[in-house]
C-alpha cells in the first residue's frame, strides 16, 4: 500500500478488532498520521465532510458500512486526497466496485482484503476506475507472501481443480489459538500433513480457485443451508437482492416454520421512499434464481443492524412479526365462512397474520410444497377431494372459495379422505412439482380433469 509519512490513515474500526491493529502499527512505523472517527456516533454525513476536512488518504470500511455511505453521497462527491479505499472483513460484490466508480476519485484505488481475525490479510485484490471482476464474481484476489490456500471438501481433502471446497490457510503466522477454548482450537487449527512448522486454519468460508490463481469467494460454509431438500447459498440470494435498483443493501437469514420448513426471510435497505411491493421483487428474482431460493417474506428496514466492527449483525435480525406484506392488491376481508376458514388456514402457512381475499397466495411466500399442505388442510377441514393443481390454478382465498362451493356436494369417502390426506402429506418438493407439471401437460392435452 506503499504507506508513508505524507499519509493521514482513516480508522473507522473498533480499537478491540485486528484492523484496527493493523493500521495502528501501519501509521506508527511509517510515520503517518492516524486520525479516529466514531460512525455510530457522528454519522455518515459527518463522515464525509471528516474525509474531506482532514484530508484522508487511505480509509478502511467494512462492505456493510461501505455500502450506507456511498447510498448516502451526491453525485458530487469524489474526495481528491482519498487514495486508497480499502474494503475488507465482508464478501464485496460488483455492485460495490460501481458505487466506488461512481462516487470516488478516478485516481484512487480500491483495495479488496481477504482477512480473518485468526489469519491476518490472506488475499487482496486491487481494482482502478477501469477494473473489473472475472463476471460477476467476488473477488478474494491473489496470494500474499507466507501465506497459502488450500480447498477441502468435507472429509478435509483437497478438491478437483474448479471445485468450491472450505478455504484453508496454511502459514506459519497464525493466532496461536482460541483462549482457553483448546476443543475450538483443535478444530479450527491442525497441524501440518508433512510435518512442517506451518499449520492449518479452517475459515469456514467457501472458494473456488481460477487457474491462474485467483481465489473467488462463495460465502460462508455456515451460510450454506437446505431449503426444502435443496442447498441454497444465502450469500448468493443476497449478492441477486442487491442488483435490484432499489435496494441498498440485503441481508438473508434461514428460519424454521412448523407447516412448510425452513424458509428465508429477506431484509433490506432501500434508497428509493416508494419501494417496489414484495411481490414485485419476488418477480424479480424470479428471473434470476430458481423458485426455492426465494424468501418468503421481504422485510424493510430502515437500517440493517452492524456489529461494533462494522459487520451485518445477522443475530440481532429476529423473526418478522406476521405482518401482511406490501402487495400489489389491497387488502380485502373474507366475507363468508368458507373464505373466513380458508384466510385461517393460509395464515398459519404462511406465518401471517391475516389474508386478504384477492392475496395470491405464492406473493405472501407459498412454494409447491407449501401448496400440498395446505391443501391437505383444506382437504380435511372441508372433507373434499381436491387436486393439488386447485390451488396453483385458484392461488387467492375468493378463487378457492369458489372452487370449494362448486365441489361441495362431492363429498370424499374416508377411505378416500385417507388416501388424498397421505398422497399430500408425503409428498417431496420435487414430487409435488413433478405432480403439478403431469397435471398442466394432461390438462393441455384436454384428457385431465376439470
Not at 507466507?146 to 497464525?174: F, H, Q
Not at 370424499?412 to 398442466?440: I, V
Amino acid at each position: 500500500m506503499h504507506i508513508c509519512s505524507d499519509d493521514r490513515i482513516g480508522l473507522l474500526h473498533s480499537f478491540s478488532s485486528s484492523a484496527s491493529t493493523k493500521f495502528l502499527f501501519a501509521a506508527l512505523l511509517n510515520g503517518a498520521s492516524l486520525v479516529t472517527f466514531d460512525v455510530k456516533a457522528e454519522g455518515l454525513e459527518r463522515l464525509r465532510l471528516w474525509l474531506v476536512r482532514e484530508g484522508i488518504t487511505l480509509c478502511d470500511f467494512t462492505a456493510s458500512l461501505f455500502r450506507s455511505f456511498a447510498h448516502s453521497l451526491e453525485n458530487t462527491a469524489n474526495f481528491p486526497s482519498l487514495r486508497l479505499i480499502i474494503l475488507g472483513s465482508e464478501a464485496v460484490t460488483a455492485n460495490d466496485v460501481a458505487l466506488y466508480k461512481r462516487f470516488f476519485h478516478p485516481q484512487s484505488t480500491l483495495v479488496i482484503l481477504y482477512a480473518t481475525s485468526e489469519t491476518a490479510t490472506i488475499r487482496n485484490y486491487f481494482v482502478d476506475a477501469t477494473g473489473d471482476f472475472h463476471d460477476d464474481a467476488v473477488p478474494i484476489g491473489y496470494p500474499i507472501e507466507g501465506k497459502s490456500i488450500v480447498l477441502l471438501d468435507e472429509a478435509g481433502n483437497p478438491v478437483e481443480p474448479g471445485d468450491i471446497g472450505e478455504i484453508a490457510v496454511k502459514s506459519r503466522y497464525l493466532a496461536v489459538g482460541y483462549w482457553r477454548r483448546p476443543d475450538l482450537t483443535d478444530a479450527k487449527f491442525l497441524p501440518d500433513p508433512n510435518c512442517g512448522d506451518e499449520r492449518i486454519y479452517l475459515t469456514g468460508d467457501l472458494g473456488r480457485m481460477l487457474p491462474d490463481g485467483y481465489l473467488i469467494h462463495k460465502g460462508r460454509k455456515d451460510f450454506r443451508v437446505k431449503i426444502r431438500g435443496y442447498g441454497v447459498e444465502i450469500a448468493e440470494v443476497e449478492r441477486f437482492l442487491r442488483e435490484h435498483a432499489a435496494i441498498k443493501d440485503a441481508a438473508v437469514v434461514a428460519q424454521p416454520n412448523e407447516m412448510t420448513g425452513t424458509r428465508l426471510i429477506a431484509y433490506f435497505t432501500s434508497s428509493i421512499d416508494q419501494l417496489s411491493t414484495a411481490s414485485e421483487l419476488r418477480e424479480f428474482l424470479i428471473k434470476k434464481l430458481p423458485q426455492y431460493m426465494i424468501p418468503s417474506a421481504f422485510v424493510r428496514l430502515d437500517a440493517l443492524p452492524l456489529t461494533l466492527n462494522g459487520k451485518i449483525d445477522y443475530k440481532a435480525l429476529l423473526e418478522p412479526a406476521k405482518i401482511r406484506p406490501e402487495l400489489k392488491v389491497s387488502y380485502v376481508a373474507p366475507r363468508t365462512v368458507i373464505e373466513e376458514e380458508l384466510a385461517k388456514i393460509w395464515t398459519e402457512a404462511l406465518s401471517v397474520d391475516r389474508v386478504g381475499l384477492h392475496d395470491n397466495f405464492f406473493d405472501l411466500g407459498g412454494h409447491s410444497l407449501a401448496a400440498a399442505r395446505v391443501i391437505s388442510h383444506v382437504i380435511r377441514t372441508f372433507r373434499l377431494d381436491l387436486p393439488l393443481k386447485a390451488l396453483f390454478e385458484s392461488p387467492t382465498v375468493a378463487q378457492m372459495a369458489k372452487v370449494i362451493e362448486q365441489n361441495q356436494t362431492q363429498m370424499a369417502t374416508p377411505d378416500e379422505l385417507e388416501r388424498l390426506l397421505t398422497e399430500l402429506e408425503t409428498l417431496s418438493e420435487k414430487d409435488a412439482q413433478l405432480f403439478l407439471a403431469e397435471e398442466s401437460a394432461r390438462r393441455s392435452r384436454g384428457d385431465g380433469r376439470e
